[in-house]
């Protein structure tokens, strides 16, 4: 298997150092860090050069911060996932690089091989849901119009079907996506899918609670 | 000390002579007296008992009298003339009580007087003040039509108009939050208005309207002129203004978050240097630290313990203040606590408590979710687990203070767990139950 290559976007050097040393912690991950970045321009540039797999990307740093390097990047560069990786930001930050097209949220105390995982999974195109920002998402789509059938739900954007809200729910509760599957006696596959549906209506939705939820709240 | 003439002598053989006026004012038995400490209330005008501007109400507190007479002289004195003046002083010179210390003792300074008929209307006054207002108006305007030059008849009503206007603007004066709240902003713009109508209604009656519209024009016009030929400065002036005003937010800002910094995170940061040695001591210190950090950061606005939310927040806090543990948690949804919500969060509490300490492992999650028809709340550790069937009859916690606790209220906790997979305590209180 190749190695998956990873660029690092933080403001602080600790935390790349620190992010680098895990991620290079565990051969079997098969991690390469291929660069850093420090500020926007310099992420911009960085990952347009090395054209990495993964960026993880700090949400909060001067001039932009990690949104301002999404809506950069994101036409120049459409085969590059992002995954956004925070210490406790206000959630309207987050929902903002959510929505500017990162395909998770992870929080800076997340573990060594946990990180690894989530990287990998972006990698594959899975959606990373932290516990908090399921949470959010539950919060923010607050039981709406319990009318809708199920099969229009999957495809409305503003609404949760039941099943989505169940896995929800469940990573809210810490549970893994194997875990979940187990749970409810659906596949893997299955699970990533109803993770990815709900990172989409949470991406495109119009929903103008969303905003509002994000300024009342914070997700860390 | 020379001893008083007309004072029982065990009261004037008191030791200190300051008190000898209030010992003075006990014995006499004086029926005004409220409070034997404060020989006279102070000289002040309160919004509670005012029908105008308080004046009255002050005068008949200080004096001790019923703000009846009080009221009734001053009527009396408007149609010599002298009394509108002496209320108009008064108005300006006696301080609002916002504006001074009172002493509480002080009491409301109505004496027991018979005349209740005439209390009774006060009362009725009082709830409608526009209507005094009115009626002192109508007593000024006729002292004004006896000794003022308006002679006519035809101007009395109008100046009545206007001196209701004038009133009801001039009664919000003494009310601190002036523009803040909503219904003072209307009973100044109604107000206002009364007193334009009244205005223009005087000049009309004295053929005045021609005049005054054409001088007014020409004031209008003049003052424009000055205020064009002048504006670059008030604008600058008003810049400036602005300017020192964001400066100095900036400033007050800065020392507030600099004192804060210094009350917290310089003082862990101590600490943690004092506690270098101890891992377990470093990671307690830090995780609280940065907890309090991020409410002060991001405080959500209802982050107190009278909500579900807030309370959990704190039990959350205290877990991971006394044990070597992070609490994940997630709350979705917000309620205020209430007898069942309590219960819920006690038994939350203890279920945390026992993942804490037996479970082994740093991290424990917690999911709560509050929902229309009752709260759900999951406690989940992926520690060494046990057999929920095996629980000894004296591990109280779980049996009392879980499962117990919640049948009690109506709910009901299930414990998921097996050795080596982790333990699960759900708790479900339905708000029917609550």
Same mark, same amino acid.
């Given at each position: 298997m190749s190695q998956l290559r990873v660029f690092l976007v933080d403001d602080h050097a600790m935390i790349r150092s620190g992010v680098r040393a895990e991620l290079g912690s565990d051969p079997q991950a098969g991690l390469a860090v291929v660069g850093e970045a420090g500020t926007v321009e310099d992420a911009v540039r960085g990952i347009l050069e090395t054209m990495p797999d993964v960026v993880l990307l700090d949400v909060h740093m001067p001039s932009g911060g990690g949104r301002a390097v999404l809506d950069q990047v994101r036409g120049q560069a459409p085969g590059v996932r992002f995954l956004a990786l925070s210490v406790s930001d206000a959630a309207e930050d987050v929902i903002g690089v959510i929505r500017g097209?990162?395909?998770?949220?992870?929080?800076?105390?997340?573990?060594?091989?946990?990180?690894?995982?989530?990287?990998?999974?972006?990698?594959?195109?899975?959606?990373?849901?932290?516990?908090?920002?399921?949470?959010?998402?539950?919060?923010?789509?607050?039981?709406?119009?319990?009318?809708?059938?199920?099969?229009?739900?999957?495809?409305?954007?503003?609404?949760?079907?039941?099943r989505e809200r169940e896995v929800m729910r469940l990573l809210a509760r810490g549970y893994t996506y194997r875990e979940i599957g187990q749970q409810l006696f659906i596949s893997i596959k299955t699970v990533e899918t109803h993770a990815s549906n709900v990172l989409r209506k949470l991406q495109v939705s119009n929903r103008n609670e969303l905003t509002r939820w994000a300024v009342d709240r914070r997700i860390v | 000390m020379g001893k008083h003439p007309e004072c029982p002598p065990n009261l004037c053989a008191s030791p200190s002579g300051g008190h000898l006026m209030a010992a003075w004012a006990r014995a006499c038995d004086d029926p005004w007296v409220i409070s034997p400490a404060q020989v006279r209330p102070p000289l002040v005008r309160t919004s509670d008992e005012r029908l105008v501007a308080g004046v009255c109400a002050a005068v008949a507190r200080h004096l001790?009298?019923?703000?009846?007479?009080?009221?009734?002289?001053?009527?009396?004195?408007?149609?010599?003339?002298?009394?509108?003046?002496?209320?108009?002083? &008064?108005? *300006?010179?006696?301080?609002?009580?916002?504006?001074?210390?009172?002493?509480?003792?002080?009491?409301?300074?109505?004496?027991?007087?018979?005349?209740?008929?005439s209390r009774l209307s006060l009362e009725a006054l009082r709830d409608k003040p526009s209507l005094a207002i009115l009626l002192i108006g109508v007593g000024g305007a006729a002292l004004l039509t006896q000794v003022g030059p308006f002679g006519e008849i035809q101007v009395l009503w109008p100046l009545i108009?206007?001196?209701?206007?004038?009133?009801?603007?001039?009664?919000?004066?003494?009310?601190?939050?002036?523009?803040?709240?909503?219904?003072?902003?209307?009973?100044?713009?109604?107000?206002?208005?009364?007193?334009?109508?009244?205005? *223009?209604?005087?000049?009309?009656?004295?053929?005045?309207?021609?005049?005054?519209?054409?001088?007014?024009?020409?004031?209008?016009?003049?003052?424009?002129?000055? $205020?064009?030929?002048?504006?670059?400065?008030?604008?600058?002036?008003?810049?400036?203004?602005?300017?020192?005003?964001?400066?100095?937010?900036?400033?007050?800002?800065?020392?507030? *978050?600099?004192?804060?910094?210094?009350?917290?995170?310089?003082?862990?940061?101590?600490?943690?240097?004092?506690?270098?040695?101890?891992?377990?001591?470093?990671?307690? &210190?830090?995780?609280?630290?940065?907890?309090?950090?991020?409410?002060? &950061?991001?405080?959500?606005?209802?982050?107190?313990?009278?909500?579900?939310?807030?309370?959990?927040?704190?039990?959350?806090?205290?877990?991971?203040?006394?044990?070597?543990?992070?609490?994940?948690?997630?709350?979705? $949804?917000?309620?205020?606590?209430?007898?069942?919500?309590?219960?819920?969060?006690?038994?939350?509490?203890?279920?945390?408590r026992n993942a804490a300490r037996h479970a082994g492992v740093q991290d424990v999650s917690l999911y709560a979710e509050v929902e229309d028809d009752g709260v759900t709340v999951f406690v989940r550790d992926r520690g060494v687990g046990f057999d929920p069937d095996s629980i000894a009859d004296d591990r109280r916690g779980v049996r009392y203070s879980i499962v117990q606790r919640m049948a009690r209220h109506g709910g009901s906790a299930r414990i998921t767990s097996a050795p080596g997979t982790g333990t699960e305590v759900e708790l479900r209180l339905s708000q029917a139950a609550s």
């Open positions: 097209g990162a395909r998770g949220y992870v929080t800076k105390t997340i573990s060594g091989a946990d990180l690894c995982d989530a990287v990998s999974r972006v990698a594959a195109g899975d959606a990373i849901f932290s516990p908090r920002l399921a949470g959010f998402v539950l919060d923010a789509f607050a039981a709406g119009p319990v009318a809708v059938p199920e099969d229009v739900a999957e495809k409305a954007l503003d609404v949760l079907s039941a | 001790r009298l019923d703000p009846v007479i009080v009221r009734g002289a001053f009527v009396a004195l408007a149609f010599v003339g002298v009394g509108v003046l002496a209320y108009a002083l &008064l108005w *300006v010179f006696l301080p609002h009580a916002d504006s001074v210390p009172i002493d509480s003792t002080v009491g409301d300074g109505r004496g027991p007087t018979a005349m209740a008929t108009i206007v001196g209701f206007g004038l009133a009801l603007i001039w009664r919000q004066v003494d009310d601190r939050d002036l523009l803040s709240r909503r219904s003072l902003r209307w009973r100044l713009a109604a107000g206002a208005a009364v007193t334009v109508v009244g205005l *223009v209604t005087v000049l009309a009656t004295l053929n005045l309207l021609e005049v005054t519209w054409q001088s007014f024009a020409a004031t209008l016009l003049i003052l424009g002129g000055v $205020g064009l030929a002048t504006a670059p400065w008030w604008r600058r002036l008003v810049a400036e203004r602005a300017s020192e005003r964001r400066a100095r937010i900036r400033v007050e800002e800065r020392a507030e *978050v600099a004192a804060h910094l210094h009350d917290s995170v310089l003082q862990t940061l101590a600490l943690i240097q004092r506690h270098a040695d101890s891992p377990r001591e470093v990671n307690r &210190l830090a995780r609280g630290q940065e907890r309090e950090l991020r409410s002060w &950061l991001y405080g959500r606005p209802g982050e107190d313990t009278a909500t579900f939310g807030g309370a959990l927040e704190r039990a959350v806090a205290d877990i991971e203040a006394s044990y070597d543990v992070r609490v994940q948690s997630v709350i979705v $949804g917000d309620a205020p606590v209430e007898d069942g919500l309590s219960a819920v969060l006690q038994a939350t509490h203890e279920a945390m």
